[in-house]
Every structure is written in C-alpha cells, then in structure tokens.
C-alpha cells in the first residue's frame, strides 16, 4: 500500500500517519482505504491523459504538429464522448 501511495501525490509523511489512524484489526477499513486510493490513482491518471489529449488538439489547431501521423490516429481528431467518474 505504501509503495502504491508513494507513486502518487502523499509524502511518506501522510503515509504514514494514515497508517497510524487505521484501525489494525479491521480488515475492511483496510480495504476500503486502498480502493480508495486506487479510485483517487485511476482518476488522476484519467484527467493527465484527457489534458494531454486537450494539449494535442490545441496543437493541431494553432498548427504545431505535422499532419504525417493524421492517417495513422483517425481518433485523435473525434474522441468517442468521454466518460464521466
């Protein structure tokens, strides 16, 4: 749990101290806590890769990027909707 943590935004500090407040017989406040940080990890992911995507439009758009790969990612120009969370 600490190394999946690590990877995102909490210090080793905070990590630590949630830990401490975790009630160590209960399992399922363990469990709880880790999909929680998986949820919270999966949707970070989720807003860099939609921001990456809305930097690649704006690209195109002011002409930055040349059309050699246009052929080859017909979606990058229409996107399925996204979804929300």
Known sequence: MIRTLRTAVYSLDIIKEIIQELDQNNLEQ?????????????KINHDQFRGAHYLYQLCRKLNLLED??????????????????
């Open 30 to 42: 363990a469990r709880q806590f880790a999909q929680n940080s998986i949820s919270y990890l999966n």
């Open 68 to 85: 050699k790969w246009q052929h080859a990612y017909p979606l990058l120009e229409n996107p399925q909707q996204e979804k929300e969370y």
